[in-house]
T-cell receptor, first 111, second 112 residues
């Protein structure tokens, strides 16, 4: 069973616009992570936010976490064509020994 | 050179054949994982290992087995491949803290 569900499943924007994708999960967590996957390639870690944090920034990325709603959002500002990829959230669930990945959001940035 | 490598990168096999996918890492991490990815289903965990003597089943271990030959090597075997095992397979590693995972490039497997 998937722990996280991303929304939307697919998103298409123009270069320069901001992209927002959301992740919902079901159980208590230690942290939540976002990964990026270029087509057919391995996932690459982007950012981690701990359960006691509400917002975190890394370059053009901004992540928020609302543990009361069991949800997170990833904002990519000033998007570029090179940001075209699938983005996955992954939860480090309390009491578990591994990550649980969501189903991903496919982002297309049109030049 | 890549920190996490997988061989082969692509494999076509027939139903009933035994195959092995291999993963090697140079990151010095103790923890290693095998996932499969199917379209629309995200990644699902098959097996994971926290050290050479520790092997654990994941969400979808049926039909698979693993071997941790050394800290740096973790192999996944399909004892008798079936068509619904056609998928993209990823190996990943993490350090003792286990928070961030580092992925290999993947093996695309087609079972006919």
């Amino acid at each position: 069973s998937q722990q996280g569900e991303e929304d939307p499943q697919a998103l298409s924007i123009q270069e320069g616009e901001n992209a927002t994708m959301n992740c919902s999960y079901k159980t208590s967590i230690n942290n939540l992570q976002w990964y990026r996957q270029n087509s057919g390639r391995g996932l690459v870690h982007l950012i981690l936010i701990r359960s006691n944090e509400r917002e975190k920034h890394s370059g053009r990325l901004r992540v928020t976490l609302d543990t009361s709603k069991k949800s997170s959002s990833l904002l990519i500002t000033a998007s570029r064509a090179a940001d075209t990829a699938s983005y996955f959230c992954a939860t480090d669930r309390t009491g578990a020994n591994n990550l649980f990945f969501g189903t991903g959001t496919r982002l297309t940035v049109i030049p | 050179d890549a920190d996490v490598t997988q061989t082969p990168r692509n494999r076509i096999t027939k139903t009933g054949k035994r195959i092995m996918l291999e993963c090697s890492q140079t990151k010095g991490h103790d923890r290693m994982y095998w996932y499969r990815q199917d379209p629309g289903l995200g990644l699902r965990l098959i097996y994971y290992s926290f050290d050479v003597k520790d092997i654990n089943k994941g969400e979808i271990s049926d039909g698979y087995s693993v071997s941790r030959q050394a800290q740096a090597k973790f192999s996944l075997s399909l004892e008798s491949a079936i068509p619904n095992q056609t998928a993209l397979y990823f190996c990943a590693t993490s350090d003792l803290g286990g928070e961030t995972q580092y992925f290999g490039p993947g093996t695309r497997l087609l079972v006919l």
